[in-house]
């Protein structure tokens, strides 16, 4: 693990506290889990909502790059941006990190992290932060050896911001991406489980 004292990360998912541990999110993660292609988006007021977040904090990060809509940027005046479900996922993470005092350097480091990473990783990951470096620990034995060494001040369980992010879409519009039509209070993977079974069929 390298901490360069700026609060920026060095080093390589895989290198922890020891043998074994939590991990500092570093610029070397490569690995993507390929996830699906997204088929319903949401504008940036059902971000909003979801992520509870306002309009200008959305519109703000997406301009500054930190949080950009993977499913549709803004092409002028009179464009939507587009929202997936797992961009609301980490603009809710954002939030949490930046009530919570963490340098924006290393909330762009989370950021650029949980984008290489499918749903089902995010499902049993925890991110924890002291402040000066952003960690992320999947066991729970993972999350004890990082409070045990003092440096863990607090936690996100990024399965429960998922979960949150679901069941506020839930109540909320989507969009069809391919067609444009609008789907009101639907699950949001609802459309991914009924794409798999196509297939399956």
């Known amino acids: 693990m390298r901490n360069s004292g700026d609060g920026a990360v060095g080093g390589v998912l895989g290198r922890g506290l020891g043998e074994s541990g939590p991990y500092p999110l570093g610029e070397g993660t490569t690995e993507r889990s390929g996830?699906?292609?997204?088929?319903?988006?949401y504008r940036g007021p059902t971000a909003c909502a979801a992520a509870g977040i306002t309009y200008r904090q959305l519109d703000y990060w997406a301009r500054t790059g930190l949080v950009e809509p993977s499913v549709r940027p803004a092409y002028g005046s009179g464009t939507q941006r587009l929202y997936s479900f797992h961009d609301v996922v980490v603009l809710k993470i954002v939030k949490r990190f930046l009530d919570t005092g963490v340098a924006l350097q290393n909330i762009r480091a989370a950021v650029r992290h949980l984008r290489e990473r499918g749903c089902a990783?995010?499902?049993?990951?925890?991110?924890?932060?002291?402040?000066?470096?952003?960690?992320?620990?999947?066991?729970?034995?993972?999350?004890?050896?990082?409070?045990?060494?003092?440096?863990?001040?607090?936690?996100?369980?990024?399965?429960?911001?998922?979960?949150?992010?679901?069941a506020a879409l839930s109540q909320l519009?989507?969009?069809?991406?391919?067609?444009g039509?609008?789907?009101?209070?639907?699950?949001?993977?609802d459309e991914l489980a009924r794409r798999r079974q196509n297939r399956a069929g």
């Open 173 to 179: 519009h989507g969009e069809r991406v391919d067609t």
């Open 181 to 189: 039509e609008t789907l009101a209070g639907h699950h949001p993977l």
């Open 35 to 41: 996830r699906p292609e997204e088929t319903v988006g």
């Open 121 to 166: 990783d995010l499902e049993r990951m925890t991110l924890m932060s002291d402040g000066a470096t952003v960690y992320e620990c999947s066991s729970p034995d993972e999350v004890v050896d990082l409070l045990q060494g003092g440096q863990g001040v607090f936690g996100i369980a990024v399965g429960v911001v998922r979960r949150d992010v679901e």
